[in-house]
T-cell receptor
Framework: DGGITQSPKYLFRKEGQNVTLSCEQNLNHDAMYWYRQDPGQGLRLIYYSQIVNDFQKGDIAEGYSVSREKKESFPLTVTSAQKNPTAFYLC?????????????FGPGTRLTVL | DAKTTQPPSMDCAEGRAANLPCNHSTISGNEYVYWYRQIHSQGPQYIIHGLKNNETNEMASLIITEDRKSSTLILPHATLRDTAVYYCIVRAPYSTLTFGKGTMLLVSP
């Protein structure tokens, strides 16, 4: 099946620990994105990458880090510097010139920091 | 700030048409209108998008006013599975998506 996978679906961590969320896509898309969603709110962009070995900060990058060593993978690390890490995290991918021109989203990871 | 304005919630009876409005009075000439929906605890799903002409696909129809300052997403025969948050987004080519709070559509039996 082609698509975007995020793992795990639910993740629990203790305060002060770094945690890495996985995002993999086999759609051969160039661009990948990480969003955060809080209850009752829309999605906010954390980081995005338009090509391997390159990425840009989104609107709320503080306390997060990413890497893009492979086209298929775009892991997100939530560091201890992130003040309120408990949220629903969504990964997406996109390829310029595709029809329709849109982002495709994964199922999300719900992170709870205790 | 979000570039679109949507009602926070709407109700629709199952089998009837759901008409979801969106205002985007500051839309630029090169910006498209996109609609996504998000079922609870899932990732958003693309529905449809358009520039200035009305569009239709297997999921919905998109009606854009002539001045492009507003649009309406139409689900012709709403089902219970259409209950979701619907996001209207304006986006220029090669730019990122900016999500507002959307409209919570509740389809009732």
């Amino acid at each position: 099946d082609g698509g975007i996978t995020q793992s795990p679906k639910y993740l629990f961590r203790k305060e002060g620990q770094n945690v890495t969320l996985s995002c993999e896509q086999n759609l051969n898309h160039d661009a990948m994105y990480w969003y955060r969603q809080d209850p009752g709110q829309g999605l906010r962009l954390i980081y995005y990458s338009q090509i391997v070995n390159d990425f840009q900060k989104g609107d709320i990058a503080e306390g997060y880090s990413v890497s893009r060593e492979k086209k298929e993978s775009f892991p997100l690390t939530v560091t201890s510097a992130q003040k309120n890490p408990t949220a629903f995290y969504l990964c997406a991918s996109h390829s310029a010139g595709q029809v329709p021109d849109t982002q495709y989203f994964g199922p999300g990871t719900r992170l709870t920091v205790l | 700030d979000a570039k679109t304005t949507q009602p926070p919630s709407m109700d629709c009876a199952e089998g009837r048409a759901a008409n979801l409005p969106c205002n985007h009075s500051t839309i630029s000439g090169n910006e498209y209108v996109y609609w996504y929906r998000q079922i609870h605890s899932q990732g958003p799903q693309y529905i449809i998008h358009g520039l200035k002409n009305n569009e239709t696909n297997e999921m919905a129809s998109l009606i854009i006013t002539e001045d492009r300052k507003s649009s309406t997403l139409i689900l012709p025969h709403a089902t219970l599975r259409d209950t979701a948050v619907y996001y209207c987004i304006v986006r220029a080519p090669y730019s990122t998506l900016t999500f507002g709070k959307g409209t919570m559509l509740l389809v009732s039996p």
